[in-house]
């Protein structure tokens, strides 16, 4: 696992979400009531930008087509529900938000 500093926990706020790449990698950050998680910004649909959607307690909702999906875990929420987006660990350290990335192929 490779760890990456992608913002400081006051640039995501509770209820906020936030759009960082990592290496060309797009990531959605939601903060729910205090925990930050780590997600795919790819909907599993047609690739809308999830960050850019709305985040309602751990569920986040693409702007695009409706899709919704647990940020905590990645299942999509409604049909076809066993679709999955990626998720990523993270790591606050001294108010610094990491998201720890495994490159190595699955």
């Known amino acids: ?50 960050s850019a959607g709305v985040l309602i307690g751990h569920t986040v ?6 899709w919704t999906y647990d940020v905590r875990t990645g299942k999509s929420l409604v049909p076809p529900v066993g679709l999955r987006i990626a998720t990523y660990p993270v790591e606050v350290i001294d108010d610094d938000v990491f998201v720890l990335i495994d490159w190595s192929p699955t």
């Open 1 to 50: 696992m490779e760890r990456f500093k992608v913002c400081h926990r006051s640039e995501i706020l509770p209820g906020q979400m936030r759009y960082v790449e990592i290496d060309g990698l797009p990531i959605g950050l939601a903060n729910v009531a205090g925990t930050i998680y780590a997600f795919s910004d790819s909907c599993r649909h047609e690739g809308g930008p999830l």
């Open 61 to 66: 909702t693409c702007p695009w087509h409706g």
